[in-house]
């Protein structure tokens, strides 16, 4: 997260991640969802709280979920089950379920299918938003494997040189383990910034940096500036000179795996909600567990340990800092800003629930 969507210090309500995680089940249980799903739910929010992503925490995502089932936009006791299937690979009809629920299901079929065969594979249809992308492709590596998930986010995401959203977000994440070193964890939308970072700086009333955004007619907005009320997003690299191609193509690659090979549809085509397509290697059937973890202790040791270009002190890779702050907060509890924990107080009082959060 760069430093400009962090809670300032001044103002920052540290909480426990346990608390957190006992109000957020207590509150995925007045939705109407069984108590492991409310759990298991829970469970990927915090994680994106406790290692800094919080524009997949409960800051930005609960209050929507909540709305979402008011609405009945989720369907808080799905009935999951297979329509199609190989000896390794699968497609599932979601059912309408939470996403951070399926997610966590369905990369554990493709974990299951691994074992026996090397590789294995799921895409769930008719799904719903399903958190940080991070948390199912980590999902791999206590069963040492390489673990990939991807899913089709809002269709807020422009064309290079167009003017109407074609693709969604569209994050995509790949975890590998390591031996000693924090293991190698990705995850970033294929969008220019990832949408909720857009509301982050609503909320926080920060500008927007050149290349984040295009204009109601689509051109890229080029300096750094606060966020129009009308706005799409553009793909990562803002413009073709700076790559933009290479992020759209990457996001119509999640169209097509989550999507099309789903059978529900791309872009403006999609049906039946989002889609989400996990990927599990199983790194035994391809070569030495052990010496996979040491050959990739040995390649995070050389990124960080190399010569530093002027104006940085250090270099680190995906997951690293992530490892890092989850060090911290674990410790000296989740920073949230004033108005998040105001939402979870009223929200609280109105569902009628314990109030957990005391400030650590």
């Keep these: 997260m760069l430093e400009r969507f962090h809670v300032p210090a001044d103002i920052a309500v540290h909480v426990k991640p346990d608390d957190m995680f006992a109000t957020v089940t207590d509150i995925f249980l007045k939705m109407g969802m069984p108590e492991d799903d409310a759990k298991q739910a829970s469970d990927v929010l915090v994680y994106a709280d406790v290692r800094g992503i919080e524009s997949h925490g409960v800051s930005n995502m609960l209050r929507r979920y909540v709305e979402s089932f008011a609405a009945g936009g989720i369907n808080p006791r799905p009935k999951i089950r297979i329509v199609r299937e190989m000896a390794a690979a699968a497609t599932i009809d979601s059912d309408g379920g939470h996403g951070l629920v ?9 974990i299951d299918r691994a074992k026996d065969y090397g590789i294995g594979t799921v895409t769930a249809m008719n799904g719903r938003h399903f958190g940080a992308s991070a948390y199912h492709a980590a999902m791999a590596i206590e069963h040492d494997m390489v673990g ?5 986010g809002g269709l807020n995401v422009l064309a290079v040189g167009g003017a109407k959203p074609v693709v969604g977000l569209n994050p995509i994440a790949i975890a590998a383990p390591t031996k000693n070193e924090p293991p190698f964890i990705f995850d970033a939308s294929m969008s220019s910034v990832a949408g909720n970072k857009i509301a982050l700086a609503q909320r926080l009333g920060v500008p927007v940096m050149p290349g984040w955004i295009a204009d109601a007619d689509g051109r890229p907005i080029m300096e750094e500036q606060q966020v129009p009320d009308n706005y799409s997003m553009l793909p990562t690299g803002a413009t073709r000179e700076l790559g933009a191609h290479k992020g759209f193509s990457m996001a119509m690659m999640v169209e097509i795996l989550c999507g099309i090979l789903g ?3 791309a872009g403006s085509n999609r049906s039946q909600g989002a889609a989400h397509h996990f990927l599990a290697y199983n790194i035994e059937a391809f070569t030495d567990v052990n010496g996979f973890k040491e050959m990739m202790d040995e390649y995070m040791q050389e990124i960080t340990t190399g010569p530093t270009a002027p104006g940085h002190d250090r270099i680190v890779y995906a997951g690293l800092p992530e490892h890092e702050e989850e060090i911290e907060r674990r410790e000296n509890g989740i920073p949230y800003h004033p108005e998040v924990i105001d939402w979870f107080r009223e929200t609280c009082g109105e569902l009628d629930l314990e109030w957990r959060l005391t400030e650590k």
């Design 102 to 110: 399926i997610g966590p299901r369905a990369m554990q079929m493709a």
């Design 148 to 152: 990939i998930s991807m899913t089709t």
């Design 263 to 265: 059978g529900t549809g």
